[in-house]
């Protein structure tokens, strides 16, 4: 054993090497959100709504900044804090997305509709549902400002995760994006106990898949001696078979791990009662962001650290790819929730992703890289618009209550339909853009199980191509229904200001994509060494 | 000129027109269907335009050409260009959109922004239209395909008929099934091409050294999409209920020119990009496309709704079309691209003629006529002329090229075309009855007065009329257009015509 460890243990303790500028973006969202905690502590209520949305968006915007204009910076390239976190290009490519995608989710958290706080969150998380204590909330005027530090923190996580060059630094990341949306999930302001349980079950899945993920990083570190991703894949190259049998269980249950926070099945059993459940601006912002983040890990693990025994696995994922298109596309034919069929669509799009990422070439990371960016800003302004359909008050999210929303709400419904159009995949939107970048490596590169992935994806696209048509012919061909209106209501410049920016790159990576995928084409080469 | 970019243009001006009409303010919303009409006259004249700096005699595949980087990751390029085919199809497209116009002049009768939305899809439409025949590059075609899909399902399902949902969603699902095989093909194609920043241009993946296997698999993706559109039993069921639900303006159109993408495709793609596979096919396409011929007229004669009645003609006239353009014969490839003109005009000509009767008799049912001759005479006559090109009478245009059908087929495969003759028979049952039905007997008894034909209504038939006489008697014009192209497809093939003389040897392939 003590042959393999001296890489693991320096011969003097060393302070950790910082690259401040690599790792800056990362550093100013933390910043942000511990001053959004302190807001919260010190700030008098009236003004913390405002005060909290102000700082979150300038902190976002800073990291952003920060990240065109230095981290991107060639210099700053290369591993940083003792190896633990690579900013190489994938990194920084997912990590603008998330930003930018971050943005516009808390520009919607913001939403008030008119109202004190932020509309779609309960005046206090605490209080038990129906209880004199939240109707008393409700009267003081409470609002869930704390909402906006638990996102950045959430943010900060999805910035680490796909950078975490080793698997701890990825357990600490997938904590540190996961346990802020177990918490955010639980804070709607409608139908709360459906929101609690949505809560509840995730944070229980969730810490499943955590263990599954720990379990694994510690046999990888069995089997190589390190936790660090190139270190593993140094030694399946060279193992001598000793520990042979701790690779692949090693293996498959940190991708267990990942996969489920991708909503992959079988691992997908969460995604449709969290999105229902959790207030729409969370289920938008977790759609998109935790996607991207997610994904991004799971290339960083796939690429870097369990590429050399592909081979021995690629079949499961294989299946868990096919297995996620069949069923996501399928089980959204008979949803009735609008939420809800949004979740199983991005589980069908989950499985897309994977398809490219099975590609296992550079083509296939920046097709995956650019369907991340395309599907995220599409979700993030579907779920915007579906917050603002309301009946008497609440959210409109059963179907049938979207009929004949063309007519009364032409243009939420145009806007509506046109991101459905994108999810379907129909040309001169992003959508069509991204299943081409992610299915064409797939053929080019993934060999006959790859073109074979492809055509269940097809036929998949179909199904959930029939879905969203569905309710389009619900909206524009179909009476409204008989008793109190569906109105959209009349929302804020923020809510509107998301809806605009996400339909608009919807409609531009649409029609003219080539310089993102030039972008996501340069950034696709991992550093493994 | 040499340098304008004439197609673009082409496919800009209804674009463009679409947005004047969709945003006049509401107090000009009346005006919308004259500057609906008016930017799909100024779309013609710049379309004639164009055809007149074509030249027949050029010895590149083709003319008008554009090229522009579009999305080089892809290798996808924005390339126009037309061939006679093209040319010709994009000019009949033309033609038809502002008889359609015009046809559907009071389509919406409660006006505002409702009609204003109907011309404004109908001119996107059009921009789609020419681009889907425009393109020369696989993937910007694709696209278009894809794309032109919108339109007709919002046009079907906004302002179709009492079953209109149904048509529309079968419609869409059906072509983007289609569509989204094809999306394979696609792929696959480019990974077989050259590759590079234009890796998709027809030009480049045109005699490719395919393996067999990959070949044919990637032409029957292609196939499949297009057979859909074509469309070709026993993918054709969504071709009923679309035309008879549709408006009839945007019956023609789905029918007359959005269908002829599927065999322009054949023409265009199969055969051009997959020599081999188009062979190897043939058997299977040949008895497919029988098929159509024989069971289109079938059930045509046992429709009594008249718009599901011809949308049923086309299925049978479209299996002519497929037949003369896998039979690999000049005259056969000659007949079909110029079935594909008449029949668009014939197709407009029925549908438009029968939805005026309809309008005025309120129903679709052809029990519900019966001596309609005598009630409105000059609506009759035109009927019995659309009729009598539909079932390609001597003299009118379709007799030229459903001649040129049989007889190319018969120069290489004599059963098929024997068989697909009967298609003939058939169709004069189908057309003569339904005239029968419609037309003659005692004067019905109508609850209030019809008027005749109106000059509205004239002005839409007369082009039509016009175009029946013109190809039926001096068919040259468009067949000079059109020869170089099917020559130069079947030279991709890798064909020559069997000798005349050559009798027993016909059926060797």
Request: aromatic share 12%; net charge positive; with cysteine.
């Amino acid at each position: 054993m003590t042959a393999a460890l001296p890489a693991a243990l320096p011969a003097a303790f060393k302070a950790a090497d910082f690259d401040y500028g690599a790792i800056a973006p990362m550093l100013i969202v933390a910043g942000g959100a511990v001053i959004g905690v302190l807001f919260e502590a010190f700030l008098p209520r009236r003004l913390r709504h405002t005060a909290q949305t102000a700082l979150s968006l300038v902190t976002l915007v800073a990291a952003f900044v920060v990240l065109v204009t230095v981290s991107a910076q060639e210099s700053h390239r290369g591993f940083t804090l003792a190896r633990a976190v690579a900013i190489d290009g994938p990194a920084l490519f997912l990590q603008g997305t998330i930003l930018a995608m971050s943005i516009l989710g808390i520009l919607t958290m913001a939403e008030k509709f008119g109202g004190k706080g932020a509309d779609a969150f309960t005046p206090m998380g605490a209080a038990i549902p129906g209880s004199a204590h939240e109707a008393a909330a409700l009267r003081a005027g409470l609002s869930t400002s704390d909402v906006f530090p638990l996102a950045l923190f959430s943010v900060l996580g999805m910035m680490l995760f796909p950078a975490a060059n080793d698997l701890l630094i990825m357990f600490v990341a997938l904590e540190v994006l996961s346990l802020p949306l177990y918490l955010m999930s639980g804070l709607a302001r409608r139908r709360r106990l459906l929101s609690q349980e949505a809560s509840l079950k995730y944070f229980l899945l969730g810490a499943f898949s955590s263990a599954f993920f720990l379990f694994g990083a510690a046999l990888l570190y069995g089997y190589a001696g390190s936790i660090y991703l190139p270190d593993i894949a140094a030694a399946v190259t060279t193992a001598n078979g000793q520990l042979e049998g701790l690779l692949i269980p090693g293996v498959v249950l940190v991708l267990v791990g990942l996969l489920f926070k991708v909503g992959a099945v079988p691992f997908h059993s969460w995604t449709p009662d969290v999105y229902q459940g959790a207030p729409t601006p969370v289920t938008g912002f977790m759609a998109a962001c935790t996607k991207v983040a997610a994904f991004g890990a799971i290339l960083r693990f796939v690429y870097v650290g369990a590429e050399a025994n592909r081979w021995d696995w690629r079949l499961g994922v294989i299946a868990v790819a096919v297995l996620t298109m069949v069923v996501g596309a399928i089980l959204s034919v008979t949803q009735t929730d609008v939420k809800r069929l949004l979740a199983y669509s991005s589980i069908a799009h989950a499985g897309f992703i994977l398809v490219a990422v099975m590609s296992f070439d550079r083509t296939g990371v920046a097709g995956t890289m650019f369907y991340l960016a395309a599907y995220g800003f599409t979700t993030i302004a579907a779920f915007a618009v579906v917050s603002m359909v309301r009946q008497g008050g609440s959210e409109a999210s059963h179907l049938s209550q979207w009929a004949g929303l063309g007519r009364t709400h032409p243009v939420v419904a145009g806007v509506f339909s046109f991101l459905l159009l994108a999810f379907a995949g129909i040309p001169l939107t992003s959508g069509f853009a991204a299943k081409y970048a992610a299915f064409a490596p797939a053929i080019s590169f993934g060999g006959r199980a790859g073109v074979w992935m492809v055509v269940i994806g097809v036929i998949a696209s179909v199904v959930t191509a029939f879905v969203y048509v569905r309710l389009i012919v619900l909206m524009y061909f179909t009476d409204p229904p008989v008793g109190e209106p569906v109105v959209a209501e009349v929302a804020s410049p923020f809510t509107t200001a998301a809806i605009t920016v996400g339909a608009l790159v919807t409609l531009v990576l649409g029609v003219l994509p080539a310089q993102v995928l030039d972008l996501a084409e340069q950034s696709s080469q991992f550093i493994a060494k | 000129m040499s340098n304008f970019p004439w197609l673009t243009v082409i496919g800009l001006i209804p674009l463009i027109g679409a947005i004047v009409v969709a945003a006049l303010p509401a107090s000009m919303a009346d005006q919308a269907k004259k500057v609906a009409l008016g930017f799909s006259l100024l779309t013609l004249v710049f379309g004639v335009a164009a055809a007149l700096q074509f030249k027949t005699g050029s010895t590149q595949q083709f003319q008008l050409v554009e090229q522009h980087e579009w999305i080089p990751q892809f290798g996808v390029s924005y390339a126009l260009g037309v061939d006679g085919l093209a040319l010709v199809m994009i000019l009949m497209a033309l033609v038809l959109l502002p008889i359609c116009i015009l046809a559907a002049w009071d389509d919406v009768p409660e006006g505002g922004k409702r009609e204003k939305n109907y011309f404004a899809l109908t001119l996107v439409l059009a921009t789609f239209m020419v681009g889907v025949f425009a393109a020369t590059d696989v993937f910007l075609f694709y696209v278009f395909f894809e794309a032109m899909l919108i339109p007709v399902y919002f046009l079907i399902g906004s302002y179709g008929g009492p079953r209109r949902q149904y048509a529309a969603v079968k419609f869409l699902l059906f072509s983007l099934a289609g569509g989204l095989v094809m999306l394979i093909g696609v792929i696959a194609l480019y990974k077989y091409g050259p590759g590079g920043a234009d890796g998709f241009l027809v030009t480049k993946l045109t005699g490719l050294d395919l393996p067999v296997a990959a070949g044919r698999w990637i032409f029957l993706a292609f196939f499949i999409a297009f057979a859909v559109k074509a469309p070709m039993w026993p993918v054709h069921t969504w071709l009923p209920d679309a035309a008879t639900e549709a408006r009839p303006a945007t019956a023609v159109l789905l029918v007359g020119v959005l269908d002829k993408v599927g065999t322009y495709g054949m023409i265009r793609f199969c055969l051009q990009l997959f020599p081999e596979a188009s062979q190897w096919a043939t058997p299977v396409v040949l008895a497919l496309a029988v098929i159509s011929i024989i069971y289109g007229a079938l059930l045509a004669i046992g429709q009594t709704d008249v718009m599901r009645l011809i949308a049923y003609t086309s299925v049978s006239h479209f299996g002519f079309i497929v037949l003369g353009i896998f039979a690999f014969t000049t005259t056969g490839g000659a007949g079909s691209t110029l079935y594909m003109l008449n029949h668009g005009f014939t197709t407009a000509a029925l549908f438009l003629v029968a939805a005026m009767l309809v309008a005025r008799r309120g129903s679709k049912r052809i029990p519900d006529f019966g001596g309609w001759q005598r009630v409105t005479p000059g609506l009759a006559g035109v009927f019995l002329v659309a009729g009598l090109a539909g079932l390609a009478l001597p003299g009118l245009s379709p007799f030229v090229s459903e001649i040129m059908v049989l007889v190319g087929t018969f120069q290489r495969y004599k059963l098929p075309a024997v068989i697909a003759t009967t298609g003939i028979i058939l169709a004069a049952l189908y057309i003569l009855l339904m005239y029968k039905r419609m037309m003659t007997g005692p004067k019905p008894q109508l609850d209030r007065p019809v008027r005749d034909i109106t000059l509205r209504e004239k002005i839409v038939v007369a082009p039509l009329i016009a175009a029946f006489l013109v190809f039926g008697f001096y068919p040259k014009p468009a067949l000079d257009l059109l020869n170089p192209a099917v020559k130069a497809t079947l030279q991709h093939v890798g064909v020559t015509d069997p000798a005349p003389t050559s009798v027993a040897e016909g059926s060797s392939k």
